[in-house]
């Protein structure tokens, strides 16, 4: 994976109304409560409620309580963590649903590992690794070599490590702001995140799966004077997965563009901004 892949737009505008200012009903109008309205007998007095009707208001919350509980326990759950292969539909049914079970406690370097052998560590697996590879380290040669060593199947990773070293030519750096040898210019803030959106799983058995992943990204060089600025894109990695050494590897991935949605209204931040959000706010293990 290479950040010079294409990756598009689309739209798909959402919102509440029509009128973002819209009150009572979409009218722009406002309720107003006065003293003595409809909760009074008309001299000013609440009438007084009876001890029977109290008794029905406290059992109905009551039972609106336990409705609840009932419901966030059995939610998105199965026997088998994750739901695992074809025994469970419940990605199916919730997708966006966590399982609840606890997450990945592991880790590889700076990577998240030991996943779950289930649909649901094949979820978590890819997730984290799609963080990884989109992350400002594999601009880095050694640091992207070790990247790979910790994502990827051991038989593929000497070829990927060759073709990786290709594709981060240096007349690729310099086209996206770094120096020749990979470094950040002085004064710059060289940014590259990925950001999970969801996971969805379309293939699995015992040993193997497939993931795709929908991600947004940030890329671009933050400081003064840059020529580069950060922009946000929206991209889908589909990573095929397979069980190795108690862990899942990628066998490998794909990258298409999208879904992208429309571009909110926000402002746009100063180069200063978005350089000390990202050195001050940390990445996250993702769990399924």
Not at 177 to 203: E, I, Q
Request: net charge negative; with cysteine; proline share 5%.
């Amino acid at each position: 994976m290479s950040q010079g892949d294409e990756r598009g737009y689309g739209s798909e505008p959402g919102g509440r109304t029509e009128d973002p200012y819209s009150t009572v009903g979409g009218t722009r109008q406002t309720r107003t409560r006065l003293p003595g309205g409809d909760d009074t007998d008309g001299y000013g007095r609440r009438p007084a409620r009876s001890s029977r009707s109290l008794v029905m208001v406290v059992g109905v919350v009551v039972l609106l309580v336990a409705a609840i509980a009932f419901a966030n326990l059995g939610d998105g759950r199965s026997e088998k963590p994750g739901g695992g292969g074809k025994e469970s539909s419940a990605a199916g049914a919730g997708p966006t649903s966590a399982t609840g079970t606890k997450p990945v406690q592991g880790k590889n370097g700076t990577i998240a590992a030991g996943f779950a052998h289930d649909e649901q560590g094949a979820q978590s697996a890819a997730a984290n690794y799609a963080v990884a590879l989109g992350s400002a380290e594999m601009f880095d040669k050694s640091q992207r070599d070790a990247i790979l060593q910790a994502t990827y199947d051991p038989q593929v990773v000497p070829g990927l490590q060759a073709d990786m070293a290709k594709a981060y030519s240096p007349q690729f750096l310099t086209n996206v702001g770094l120096n020749d040898d990979g470094s950040t210019p002085t004064g710059m803030t060289f940014v590259s995140r990925t950001v999970p959106v969801g996971t969805k799983v379309t293939s699995q058995d015992q040993d193997s799966a497939t993931v795709e992943v929908w991600c947004t990204g940030l890329v671009g060089m933050a400081g003064e004077g840059s020529t580069k600025p950060v922009t946000a894109t929206w991209f889908t990695i589909t990573q095929k997965l397979k069980w190795i050494g108690e862990d899942w590897k990628i066998e490998s991935s794909a990258q298409t563009e999208g879904p992208t949605p429309v571009n909110g209204d926000n402002r746009a931040s100063s180069a200063d901004d978005i350089a000390a959000a990202v050195e001050g706010y940390g990445g996250f293990t993702y769990a399924r």
